[in-house]
């Protein structure tokens, strides 16, 4: 848990991800077409993937990816994003990681 922890607050905006995963994918391409460029691990190709994806569970995602994290603080998976994207609330928590171009 230390390691997911410490990934998720080196940048604004952290997405635990699996390369395969298509929800993860999704999840990515929200955010690029919101002008965020999110930190991404691919939990599936680093040696502790198997122990992120049990703190993940442990703190809480419904399913272990994709697994969002801004400003340090656990949002949710796909199902709490696109919940936050469609009230408008997303918007306003990813404003201060938005790109201008």
């Known amino acids: 848990m230390d390691k997911v922890m410490r990934l998720a607050s080196e940048k604004g905006v952290v997405i635990f991800s699996k390369s395969s995963c298509c929800l993860c994918y999704a999840v990515n391409i929200l955010f690029q077409e919101l002008r965020v460029n999110p930190m991404v691990h691919e939990i599936d190709q680093d040696p502790e993937?198997?122990?992120?994806?049990?703190?993940?569970?442990?703190?809480?995602?419904?399913?272990?990816?994709?697994?969002?994290?801004?400003?340090?603080?656990?949002?949710?998976?796909?199902?709490?994003?696109?919940?936050?994207?469609l009230s408008g609330s997303l918007i306003p928590l990813l404003r201060p990681y938005q790109t201008l171009s």
């Open 49 to 85: 993937g198997r122990e992120m994806e049990k703190a993940l569970s442990r703190m809480g995602c419904n399913a272990p990816v994709p697994a969002v994290f801004i400003d340090g603080k656990l949002v949710g998976s796909t199902n709490e994003v696109m919940s936050l994207h």
